[in-house]
């Protein structure tokens, strides 16, 4: 088994979504151009939302791994910062799901794979604060203390939680303090 193991989004898939931003920023320059006031309304949103928002997710989360996987523990990086939750400290991992309503009236499923721990103060970068926001935001009765997002990353979920679950079985009962 490997001492670590780092899953990332692709390049490719990167540069994908670059590409969808840019398309939505010209559409929203050449919707500026319009006479009418909704279309340059629109415009400018699309230019604030895909050219804004593309650079901000570009430059907090693109490029950071989604989740770091080593002898001592799990990482998973959000904008600013990290959480990291020790072998020792981790119960169980799930795969939780969260129900999204659509407009279109019916509703998607977001999967996540959630990491149940035994306690929660000692998860650096977590608190109680995020857990009962999650749990306000999706439903859940039971709130993992640390929720690994996959959207557009293109990894599998099973072989992810194969990863955890092999470092777990092998870390799990070693002092890494």
Not at 121 to 138: D, H, K, L, W
Request: proline share 3%; charged share 20%.
């Amino acid at each position: 088994m490997q001492k670590q193991v780092v899953i990332r989004r692709p390049l490719w898939g990167i540069m994908l979504f670059v590409l969808g931003c840019a398309v939505f920023v010209v559409a929203g320059l050449l919707m500026r151009q319009s006479e009418d006031s909704f279309n340059r309304l629109i415009g400018m949103t699309s230019i604030v939302f895909f050219g804004g928002g593309g650079v901000c997710c570009l430059t907090f989360v693109a490029w950071k791994p989604i989740v770091a996987i080593s002898g001592e523990g799990v990482t998973v990086p959000y904008g600013w910062g990290k959480n990291f939750v020790l072998w020792e400290n981790i119960d169980r991992f799930e795969v939780v799901e969260q129900e999204v309503h659509a407009e279109s009236g019916r509703p998607t499923r977001q999967k996540y794979i959630g990491i149940f721990v035994f306690n929660s103060e000692g998860i650096v970068g977590a608190g109680r604060v995020s857990q009962t926001v999650s749990q306000g935001i999706t439903g859940w009765k039971e709130v993992p203390a640390v929720v690994i997002a996959l959207s557009f990353s293109f990894a599998k979920i099973e072989n992810v939680m194969e990863i955890l679950q092999e470092f777990h079985e092998k870390y799990k009962n070693a002092k890494c303090l």
